[in-house]
Each structure stands twice: as C-alpha cells, then as structure tokens.
C-alpha cells in the first residue's frame, strides 16, 4: 500500500486557538420523530449566536450527497455512521464545534465514533422519546408509510435501536420543552468547556 498519513505542521490546538473555543463532536441519537434535528438545530443557533463555529451535520442532508449510494440495510445504516464519523472528526480537527443529528441505531458504530476522538471531544446526547410519541408526531410521515406496509427496516420497528448505555446527555423529551432541552445541553457544556 502507497497510502501514508501526513503530518499537519498546524496542529488541532493551535485551529482551535484561533477560533478561541475546544472544538467537540456533539452526537445526537434516537429515534425517527424523537427531537433530534430540531434540538441539534436549535443548540447550532444558540452557540452560533454566542459567536461559536459550527457545523450542523443532519441525517437526511447527508443522503442527498455524500451517502447517497447507501440504503438501509445494516450494513449501509454502519457505513453511513463511519463516514458521518469520519467528517465530523475532520471538521473538530480545523477547530469546529460539529453538531450531529443521526438515528445511529448501533451502539458499537456510536462507540466507534467516540473511539477516534480523544476524551472529552465526543459527546453523546440520547434524545430519548419512546416510540409512542415518535409515532404519533411522524413529522415526515414514515410510520404511517410503515404501518401501511410501504417502507420495511424501520428503526424502532423492524429493524434494532440499542440505546446507548452511559451517554453524556439523556434528554427526556415527554418531561421539557425543545427550549428546556437546548438550555440542559448548553449547561452540560460550559460545564465541560466546551460552550
């Protein structure tokens, strides 16, 4: 193999320096329809008005492009995620602060992602909604289409959702309004540094 990596002779501290924050991966995960767009959305506008970087990548925004080849079989949802990852490492490494909004439904690929960070630099925030309540919000209609038979390996449905174990965050969206949810993250940050 002719394949080497390459040594940046400016570092993701000095990036980081310049920007004046400690870029982080925020990786919000969950169901279809639990708040996760909406919250990683919300918390963008917040730390981008307190004059943060960030960068917001979303699940669907990325299958119009650079996943746009992959479907939904197990297979294709972990190469999603390990691309997801990839990006999003690269775009903490020039200093930003990169907010994620994906189901992830595997918590070996969510552990993945925060295995090619250092500690500190990922942190996991399960927008945990019960399946109920995804289903009657149904922002994009998918389980009615589900239900009706028209789509198949739904998360939460016909396909796993392991939910993670010890993330940093658990936002429980039945007991807070989005606000409320935004502001525990934003609390959870500057208590971290990173806000």
Request: net charge negative.
């Amino acid at each position: 193999m002719s394949i080497y990596q390459q040594e940046h002779k400016i570092t993701k501290t000095e990036r980081a320096k310049l920007l004046r924050q400690k870029p982080v991966i925020i990786w919000f995960t969950g169901l279809s329809g639990s708040g996760k767009s909406t919250l990683a959305g919300m918390l963008e506008e917040a730390l981008y008005a307190d004059g943060y970087k960030t960068y917001l990548l979303d699940g669907d925004n990325v299958r119009f492009g650079l996943n746009k080849d992959l479907g939904f079989s197990e297979a294709d949802r972990k190469e999603n995620i390990r691309r997801v990852a990839e990006v999003a490492k690269l775009m903490m490494d020039a200093g930003l602060i990169v907010i994620t909004a994906f189901i992830s439904p595997y918590r070996e690929d969510r552990d993945l992602v925060r295995k090619m960070v250092q500690p500190g630099e990922f942190v996991e925030v399960f927008v945990n909604t019960p399946l109920d309540v995804c289903e009657q919000r149904d922002p994009k209609g998918l389980y009615k289409k589900v239900r009706a038979g028209e789509l198949q390996q739904f998360t939460g449905i016909d396909s796993p959702y392991e939910e993670p174990l010890q993330p940093e965050l658990n936002i429980q969206t039945m007991n807070q309004t989005p606000v409320e949810s935004v502001k525990q993250i934003l609390e959870y940050l500057e208590v971290k540094g990173e806000g």
